[in-house]
């Protein structure tokens, strides 16, 4: 049985280099999906991450968020987490914080959803805390998701995916309507209100919005 070194809380992170993809393959299958600790490969790069509490709660108060419109606007979506992304041919493997199917939630409701024949997440967030060695936005952009968000020093970044590459945007691609720039003060406020409390606000914020257009 392969033991997973876990990285120091300080450091939150472990990176090895020169790990073929098979072996990689081997270690995936043999320290299975009960962990603690989230997994990124790329160009044999290997990265164990440790979710800490100042990573956490941004990317949770975004997925809540992000549900809070899809109710506000009565439409599906589906949050799949740190659904492991990966596919073969790219010899890449990535669990993002969160990822949404939004724009193709109707053509993989229901399925056992595969890479390889499927449409990517629609969105996939990242709540940067501690940096990573691995660029994760060329494993996104490869894998072809549309829109990325990156968390980030009390900021949210937004990244449309252009010509094979992220260019950061003003406004959100799923969701042109939502305020940018007032996300990380509804982030902040959870601190003093509490997470529901937080996630209430934005909400009626959303539906103020909404009625205005």
Not at 27 to 49: K, M, P, Q, S, W
Not at 110 to 137: C, F, M, V, W
Not at 139 to 144: K, P
Not at 160 to 175: G, V
Request: proline share 6%; aromatic share 10%; charged share 25%.
């Amino acid at each position: 049985m392969i033991v997973v070194p876990q990285p120091k809380e300080k450091d939150a992170h472990l990176t090895l280099s020169g790990v073929t993809w098979q072996t990689f393959k081997t270690l995936l299958a043999e320290i299975g999906e009960d962990r603690a600790c989230r997994i990124t490969y790329n160009e044999e790069v290997l990265e164990f991450r440790m979710p800490l509490q100042e990573h956490e709660k941004p990317k949770i108060l975004l997925g809540s968020f992000i549900e809070g419109i899809a109710d506000e606007l009565e439409i599906e979506v589906m949050q799949l987490g740190s659904w492991s992304l990966k596919r073969e041919d790219l010899r890449s493997f990535i669990e993002p914080d969160t990822c949404f199917y939004i724009q193709n939630e109707s053509r993989v409701r229901g399925r056992t959803i595969n890479l390889d024949r499927d449409p990517p997440p629609d969105l996939a967030i990242e709540s940067d805390y501690t940096h990573s060695s691995i660029n994760k936005q060329s494993i996104y952009a490869a894998l072809g998701i549309p829109e990325l968000w990156r968390y980030s020093q009390r900021t949210l970044f937004v990244y449309h995916l252009i010509a094979n590459s992220y260019q950061q945007q003003e406004e959100s691609l799923a969701f042109p309507f939502l305020p940018i720039a007032e996300i990380p003060d509804f982030i902040e406020q959870s601190d003093r209100l509490g997470q529901r409390s937080a996630v209430r606000l934005f909400r009626q914020r959303i539906r103020e919005i909404l009625n205005e257009q």
